[in-house]
C-alpha cells in the first residue's frame, strides 16, 4: 500500500483536499510503515452526565448527533452519544447502571478522554507490531458485526488510563459500531464551525516526555514533527517541555507535555493533579473560518482565555507575522492568536476548560501553510493560562 493514506476513507463532505490544508497534510509512503495509521477514528469521553455532555457539544460546538446506544437499544450499562463535525467524531459515554466502570473512571479523573481511537487499514499487523515492540494489548483484536456489516478492532494502552483503540471500518457501513443505532440531532442544522482535529494533546509525569516520545516511534512508527520545543519554552511562565509526535502524512498529531520547573506551579502539574495522572489535555480543532467560529461559540456562552491588549500593540508581532487573512485589529477584537514560521502562518485561540476540574480544554485553529502549533504564542498563552490559575487558588 503506497502514497497518501486517508485518500479513501469517506469525509462527509471535507475533501482530501481541504484536509491538505486544514491540517497540513504532507505525502508519505505507507508501504514502510510498520504501524499505518490511517486517521483518528473517535475522540472517545467519559463524562459524568453524557446526556448533557451531547446537547453541550451540538449547541456550543455545532456538532451533529449520528448514533446513539443505551438502554433503548439494549445497552443496559452505559448510554454513548456520537457526534461528528466534518471529519471530527466524538463519543460521549456515561454511566447508567450503578455499578458501571464508568463511574469509577468518572471519580478518578472527571470529564474526560479515555480513547484516542484510530482508523487503521490492518488490525493485525498494528497489534503484532505493538505487541511485538513490548506494548500492552488491551483488547486482541477481534470482529464485531451486525445488520451493516463487521468491522475489525482491538486496543493497546497509552499514557495514564488512556488507549488506543485501533479500528478497521472498510468492511461496514453503519452509523458507527455495530451496537448503535442512527439517531439525529433534535437541534436544527447550522453552519458547521469545525472540519476536523487537528491534534490531542497528552499531558504526562515528569521525566516522561521522552519515555512517550519512543514509544510512538517505536510502537506505532510515529515521526517527530519538526517543531521539537525541548527546553526553549520560557521558564517563568507555567512551564513545560513539549514535543511532538504524528503519523507519517501528519494526519493524526499527538504533542506530549511534561512540567518544567519553574519559580511557579506548571499548568502541568495542575492538570495532573486535578485528573489524578496523565491523560489527554487539549484537542484543537481545524476550521476554515476561526472569526466566525469564535463569534459562534461565544454566542453559546464557551469562554476563551483572554489575550492582553499588549500582545496586539507589540511592534514586533506585527514585523514578525506580516500580512495574515484578517486585519490585526479583528484578531485583536477576538483575542485571537497568530503565528507564522517558515511554511506560512497559523491562527488559533484557547478555551478556558469546558469541565468542572482544571483539565480538558480545546483549541481552535486555522492554518494557512504552518504546519506548527503556535511556539511563538506560547509566553502570551502562558501568561494567560497564569491568570485563570491563580483565580482557582493553583500557582
Ligand atoms: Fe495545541
Known amino acids: 500500500m503506497t502514497g497518501t493514506l486517508g485518500q479513501d476513507r469517506q469525509l462527509d463532505d471535507v475533501s482530501f483536499d481541504q484536509l491538505r490544508q486544514l491540517v497540513g497534510l504532507v505525502d508519505y509512503d505507507s508501504s ?13 469521553f467519559v463524562a459524568g452526565n453524557a446526556t448533557q455532555t451531547a446537547w453541550f457539544y451540538q449547541v456550543a460546538f455545532g456538532m451533529r448527533l449520528v448514533a446513539y446506544s443505551g438502554p433503548e437499544t439494549g445497552n443496559r450499562g452505559y448510554k454513548s452519544f456520537v457526534l461528528t463535525s466534518g471529519s471530527a467524531r466524538f463519543v460521549i459515554n456515561g454511566g447508567v447502571a450503578p455499578d458501571s466502570p464508568l463511574h469509577d473512571h468518572h471519580r478518578a ?34 470482529d464485531v458485526s451486525d445488520e451493516h456489516g463487521t468491522v475489525r478492532m482491538a486496543a493497546i494502552a497509552a499514557y495514564g488510563e488512556t488507549r488506543h483503540s485501533l ?32 491534534h490531542c494533546v497528552g ?25 521539537f520545543i525541548g527546553d526553549d519554552i520560557a521558564t517563568d511562565y507555567s512551564a513545560l517541555m513539549s514535543k511532538v509526535v504524528s503519523n507519517g502524512n501528519h494526519r493524526v498529531k499527538f504533542p506530549l507535555n511534561e512540567p518544567a520547573i519553574a519559580k511557579k506551579k506548571s499548568q502541568i502539574d495542575e492538570y495532573l493533579e486535578f485528573y489524578d495522572g496523565a491523560g489527554c489535555q487539549h484537542i484543537a480543532l481545524a476550521t476554515n473560518d476561526i472569526i466566525a467560529t469564535v463569534t459562534a461559540m461565544r454566542e453559546s456562552g ?7 491588549d499588549s500582545y496586539y500593540d507589540d511592534p514586533e508581532l506585527r514585523a514578525r507575522i506580516g500580512e495574515v487573512r ?45 504546519l506548527g502549533f503556535g511556539k511563538g504564542n506560547f509566553k502570551a498563552l502562558f501568561e494567560a493560562i497564569e491568570r485563570e490559575q491563580e483565580r482557582r487558588g493553583n500557582l
Not at 511485538?132 to 483488547?139: C, F, H, P, S, W
Not at 504526562?204 to 510502537?219: I, Q
Not at 506560512?344 to 501553510?369: C, N, S
Open 32 to 44: 514502510k510503515d510498520p504501524f499505518p495509521v490511517r486517521a483518528m477514528d473517535a475522540v472517545v
Open 109 to 142: 479523573h472527571g470529564d474526560g478522554v479515555v480513547d484516542l481511537a484510530l482508523e487503521v487499514a490492518d488490525v493485525d499487523q498494528c497489534v503484532a507490531h505493538a505487541r511485538a515492540q513490548g506494548a500492552t494489548v488491551l483488547e486482541e483484536p477481534h
Open 167 to 198: 479500528i478497521d471500518r472498510s468492511r461496514y457501513d453503519g452509523p458507527y459500531l455495530p451496537g448503535y443505532v442512527a439517531k439525529e440531532s433534535a437541534i436544527p442544522a447550522r453552519k458547521r464551525l469545525f472540519q476536523a482535529v487537528d
Open 203 to 227: 499531558n504526562v509525569e515528569l521525566g516522561r516526555m521522552d519515555y512517550w516520545v519512543e514509544f510512538y516511534n517505536r510502537v506505532m512508527g510515529f515521526v517527530n514533527m519538526a517543531e
Open 302 to 308: 464557551v469562554e476563551f482565555l483572554d489575550t492582553p
Open 326 to 370: 484578517v486585519p490585526i485589529e479583528t484578531l485583536k477584537e477576538h483575542r485571537i492568536l497568530v503565528d507564522r514560521d517558515e511554511d506560512g502562518y497559523l491562527l488559533q485561540i484557547f478555551t478556558a476548560p469546558i469541565g468542572d476540574r482544571p483539565t480538558v480544554f480545546y483549541e481552535l485553529i486555522e492554518r494557512h501553510g504552518s
